[in-house]
DNA sequence: ATATATTGAATGAGTATTCAGCAAGTATCT
DNA sequence: AGATACTTGCTGAATACTCATTCAATATAT
């Protein structure tokens, strides 16, 4: 018994440090058993992230979701129901990040098309969004979207919205520079352009957010020669 | 017994179906049996790409790869020796025609930068690599591959004599073009557009290849309009 | 005292891997 | 030519293992 107790104790000691590291990001941090649901869930989610990036979408396991988060092996299925709805849940809070943060881009920039262009790709590699964890996780789950439409769904309610946006935002510009370009086509470019740039700031090694934000900016400047500089909209 | 054997016809019926379907890419394609051993390897890597495309990594197993070969469960083990070298020389098929192809455009291409670069956009959304299949194959490993070093060197070993001669090249046409931008930016603006087309034309629906070469031609000619039209190189 | 959160061992489903046996081909001998 | 042993591709049932899920027991809060 006393070997029982004494190893429950390293146990949890473990566990103390496993929270700390990933995810304290709570509000009421109550310690050790109660934290609230809500709590308890982001908790969760943010373990998921960190072991899709760590360990890819297919090695990702329940039992590494539960050691990261420093909680026992039961646990998500007490507060997820399924490890399909965890990871549901998971890129659900992803989308939504994604989603507030590029409509405060939004919200920022001031109203003419060309502000609010360059604000927006400005977001896209905005320090807050654009980590390597982040990414990582990202594209674990676009690896399997084509084929779960749950997925898809989640990683594409994104892309409708804002490539409408990009679209019109590119055609007003289209309007007031008299730019030869198809408004339509020079937005896909763009956006295809920027989930490229992701794509290379999760592989690549020596590629740096700003690398890529620059790259970014001269499409922009090369497009609209008329309404952006390298330093921003004129 | 002459249940056993009437079974077994049945299975052999249904599976010289399933080869038929699925890769008949052989040459001396003696029936049955006797299939070199390198046919072999390469129809079971075929539908391990039939696989990967229609239910993703994480749901590829062996079972589905070998009916879709139309043979045995214990197949793949017998030709490979494990499924992670099934999926490596899965992988390392499609990267050596990837690379054969772009060489072959290359070698097409005339002297001059303009053309080869426009002939290399041209071979990357050419219909004999671009098909939703194996892009799909591709987003497959390409999801596992920032956790796994070895999908990674496969998938990059591209990228870096890729990338390497998309720089000289847009170096070369902004020397004589006297162009503005920085030609290692310009190079990684391209080569990252063009994988976000890429990627678009697994997911996306109505996009089709054409459109996607398209965006890709507008890049070129916004940021060459000297040397290049929406027809070709000047 | 009751409700709620949490644990962790047990369960079971799915799947990679193994391997003994079988059958189609090939070589050798008579 | 026919019979014989030998090689090699292939099969599929048995094995071993990983992991999601369940649940009775336990700890903690109100």
Redesign the interface.
């Not at 674990?140 to 779960?148: D, T, V, Y």
């Given at each position: 018994m006393s070997v029982v107790l004494s190893l429950k104790g390293k146990k949890v000691a473990v566990r103390m440090k496993a929270v700390s590291m990933a995810a304290d990001a709570g509000e009421a941090d109550r310690k050790g058993r109660k934290a609230s649901k809500e709590t308890r869930r982001q908790q969760l989610i943010e373990a998921t992230i960190d072991s899709l990036?760590?360990?890819?979408?297919?090695?990702t396991t329940l039992a590494d979701v539960a050691d990261g988060a420093g909680l026992s092996r039961g646990i998500v299925n007490f507060h997820f129901e399924s490890k399909e709805k965890l990871l549901i849940a998971t890129l659900q809070a992803m989308a939504d990040e994604y989603a507030a943060h590029w409509q405060a881009a939004l919200d920022k920039a001031g109203p003419s098309a060309a502000t609010r262009l360059w604000s927006l790709v400005a977001a896209d590699f905005d320090r807050k969004i654009c980590t390597k964890r982040k990414l990582?996780a990202w594209?674990?789950?676009?690896?399997?979207?084509?084929?779960?439409p749950t997925y898809?769904a989640l990683?594409?309610a994104r892309d409708v919205t804002y490539h409408e946006l990009f679209v019109s935002l590119c055609a007003e510009l289209k309007a007031e520079g008299s730019y030869a370009?198809?408004a339509e086509?020079?937005a896909?470019?763009l956006?295809?352009?920027?989930?490229?740039?992701w794509?290379?700031l999760?592989?690549g090694d020596g590629f740096s957010r700003e690398?890529?934000h620059?790259?970014?900016i001269?499409?922009l400047v090369?497009?609209f020669p008329r309404h952006m500089s390298h330093d921003g909209p004129k």
């Open positions: 990036a760590k360990r890819g979408y297919s090695e990582a594209c674990a789950f676009w690896g399997e979207a084509k084929s779960r898809q990683c594409g370009y198809d086509v020079t896909l470019a956006s295809a352009l920027m989930e490229g740039l794509w290379r999760m592989t690398k890529a620059g790259a970014a001269e499409y090369a497009v």
